[in-house]
């Protein structure tokens, strides 16, 4: 009976399969909701990249890795394609998930017999094109192309166990005549964004040795590292003066500061909290150099310090827009790092802007905010800058799809999930690839209006990558798709209309997790208090500015976007922030004699030491704390030179005999604490004046009291004996 039931359910699914439609082997193939993942998929080629007219076959190859617990039998690949892109909307979501790709599919290919648990097999599947083989793709557009692989794992039935998603530009359908030119060209221009995947300063003091958080930022800086990467490409590409000149460089300026201290040594923060030389000062060195030579005469254009939240350091700073205008005017340490000057008044921030922000920016000189387009919103298509609604800046979009063709997607849970190339070092760019062609192909819903690639700014990427990605521009631009124009040209275009900038809940500072807020805000303030209360001495001349520009520039690290999904790693930075300061404070001390003073009268001075080892003056206040039977005088703030140590008395009264102890602390004269306190041991053997009189009065008013209360008690016996 058990035989013949599963008999007729095999049969009924058939006839279900038959009557839909969907051939069995596709729906064997289908992923299985929540599924862990069995195999790890890694795409090591792709090509040709972009399909023309005389593309003859398509390639993939790379490996499997079984990730689980369980043998995998007959693991199998095929390519699958989807249906043709039409819309920029349609594209988006493509890019956000993988759209349906069964529009054409090709047979399976064997990859491996048996794949054990923690093996690694190659894979490669190669389809004919053209000629007699069968069409995948009928006309040019961009279709969304699927790496399916299938097995079967042990106590399992056969699925779909990895999967790769990408966009295929096709430019002419092979074994056809390649299509007409384009009417007309898109103008392009590039932002090549160079900052650090995340800020890794813990400490720069003034005089005193950097250090770093790790040395990640020696290996980027090296030759096949991230950071060299994007020079390198940038020279390889070089020599198309057009092409070249359509680039404008969007640096850091924090990543500047910190490969400069680089280079004269520094240290990194070791596991156990102690530090060891860094390794890269080098590296550094030649990075520095390269770049510098790079950018001579090209387009370089300011990022916000260390990439910071602009709107979350006015909240940091309760408003006071000083932070927010050292983060975004920079262009002296562009000058003397590397003998450029950035385009005057153009800024690119990471996110959207309060209104609040918009103007702080405005009264720092900057005049063009550059943003993504659906942050700058308009009622007609933004095809040129408009003037931000509300103030007098000029707002340019970002073509937001080519930055998300480029966002990594990978899941952090390590599910079964269609991975992209973004994913995979070595076809990182092909989306990119694939949505430029749509951008500017005959298909494009865009109408023309030119376009602005900015790839993320913590992009990571092989150098063959970003070198392919600039050449395609390049193809492009021969086949009459793009027009590469500097990117101060599109700038300075004539405004169009106006734009409101939208900041909403995606972009507010609550990203930047409260607490940090918190921790930022009390120490920005401590910092503005200790900072009021340095002067400058002659004989240093050491700006007090210089002294805490480290601090400042911790808050800013501590604010960067890089931590907006990181809240441990906010929280740590916004420590390091704090230490900075702790370290300036704990200079200026207070030491008391190590001996125990006998008070020789009632009003001896407390003698005291204060010191500062700051190169700066400071003005102090004393404090004394614990002082029950001792009445002091009050304290006049003193000012200490740099450098120095001033003996100090200490005028009080003791009230009493007797051993007693006194706390002694420092304080601006706003009542940020400095340096530790001091304990004052102290014995009294006179009464003070104050004491003195009150013991008399007292002893005056108990002796009236007694005899009153004895005159009473003769009179009521008098009284007594009368009656």
């Known amino acids: ?70 043998r995998i039998t007959g693991v199998r690949v095929r390519l699958q394609l989807g249906e043709r892109q039409t819309t920029s909307r349609q594209l988006g979501e493509a890019l956000a998930e993988a759209p349906p790709t069964d529009a054409s599919i090709t047979d399976y290919t064997d990859v491996a017999r048996v794949v054990e648990p923690g093996q690694t097999v190659p894979l490669q599947i190669t389809v004919p094109l053209g000629g007699d083989a069968k069409a995948l793709v009928s006309k040019p557009g961009v279709y969304p192309l699927l790496v399916n692989v299938n097995g079967t794992p042990d106590r399992g039935g056969q699925a779909r166990l990895a999967a790769f998603s990408m966009l295929l530009p096709v430019l002419g359908v092979p074994g056809q005549s390649a299509p007409p030119r384009p009417e007309r060209s898109t103008e392009l221009s590039v932002l090549w964004p160079i900052a650090d995947t995340r800020p890794r300063v813990v400490a720069a003091p003034f005089g005193g040795t950097l250090v770093l958080s790790d040395d990640q930022l020696a290996i980027d800086l090296a030759p096949g590292g991230r950071l060299d990467n994007l020079i390198t490409a940038a020279k390889n590409v070089q020599s198309d003066s057009r092409l070249f000149d359509s680039l404008c460089f969007a640096i850091d300026p924090d990543l500047l500061e910190t490969v400069e201290k680089m280079t004269g040594g ?94 702080t920016l405005a009264d720092a000189r900057v005049t063009t905010v550059i943003a993504e387009s659906d942050q700058l919103v308009s009622t007609r298509p933004l095809t040129a800058p408009a003037t931000i609604e509300g103030t007098n800046l000029r707002g340019v979009a970002i073509d937001p799809l080519l930055t998300r063709s480029m966002a990594v997607t990978r899941p952090a849970d390590g599910t079964a999930a269609n991975l992209t190339p973004a994913d995979d070092p070595d076809v990182t760019a092909q989306n990119a690839l694939a949505v430029l062609a749509f951008q500017t192909g005959a298909q494009s819903d865009t109408s023309g209006a030119p376009l602005l690639l900015a790839p993320p700014r913590r992009w990571t990427a092989p150098v063959d990558e970003l070198t392919l990605l600039l050449r395609t521009i390049g193809d492009y631009a021969g086949l009459g798709m793009v027009s590469p124009k500097p990117v101060l040209e599109e700038l300075a275009a004539p405004v169009k209309g106006t734009a409101k900038m939208d900041f909403t809940a995606k972009d507010a500072p609550a990203e930047l997790p409260q607490p940090v807020i918190n921790s930022l805000h009390e120490t920005e303030q401590d910092t503005a208090d200790f900072g009021g209360s340095l002067t400058e001495d002659p004989t240093t001349q050491v700006e007090p500015e210089d002294l805490v520009k480290p601090v400042r520039a911790g808050l800013m690290r501590a604010s960067s976007t890089a931590w907006r999904a990181d809240t441990a790693g906010a929280l740590a930075a916004a420590g390091d922030a704090r230490s900075q300061l702790d370290g300036l404070r704990g200079q200026i001390t207070v030491e008391t004699p190590r001996q125990q003073i006998s008070l020789a009268s009632d009003t001896s001075p407390l003698p005291v030491t204060l010191k500062n080892s700051l190169p700066v003056g400071v003005t102090v206040r004393v404090n004394l704390s614990n002082f029950t039977g001792l009445r002091p005088e009050q304290i006049p703030d003193r000012p200490l030179p740099a450098r120095g140590s001033v003996p100090h008395l200490i005028q009080a009264e003791a009230l009493r005999t007797g051993h007693f102890s006194v706390d002694v602390s420092l304080s601006t004269p706003g009542g940020t604490p400095l340096g530790a306190p001091a304990r004052m041991e102290l014995n009294s053997t006179q009464f003070g004046l104050i004491t003195l009189i009150v013991t008399i009065v007292a002893g005056a008013a108990l002796l009236l009291l007694s005899g009153r209360r004895i005159y009473r008690r003769i009179r009521g016996k008098d009284q007594a004996q009368a009656s």
């Not at 399969?17 to 795409?43: H, K, M, T, W, Y």
């Not at 792709?46 to 369980?70: E, F, K, Q």
Request: some cysteine; aromatic content about 4%.
């Open 266 to 359: 520094y240290s990194v923060r070791t596991t156990d909290g102690g530090q060891a030389p860094g390794r890269g000062n080098e590296t550094a060195t030649r990075w520095l150099g390269a770049l510098r030579q790079l950018l001579q005469g090209a387009c370089v254009l300011q990022l916000p310090y260390a990439d910071a939240d602009l709107p979350a350091l006015g909240q940091v700073t309760d408003g006071d827009s000083s932070l927010t205008k050292t983060a975004v005017d920079n262009t002296s340490l562009y000058e003397r790092l590397l003998g450029v000057k950035p385009l005057p008044g153009v800024l690119w921030p990471n996110g959207g802007l309060d209104s609040a922000t918009l103007g």
């Open 1 to 70: 009976m058990k035989r013949l039931a599963s008999a007729t359910l095999t049969a009924f699914l058939l006839v279900v399969q038959a009557f839909i439609g969907v051939p069995a082997n596709a729906a064997q193939a289908q992923p299985v909701p929540e599924a862990p993942s069995r195999l790890r998929l890694d795409i090591d080629e792709m090509n040709p990249r972009l399909l023309v007219s005389t593309s003859s076959t398509l390639t993939v190859s790379g490996t499997v890795t079984n990730t689980g617990d369980r």
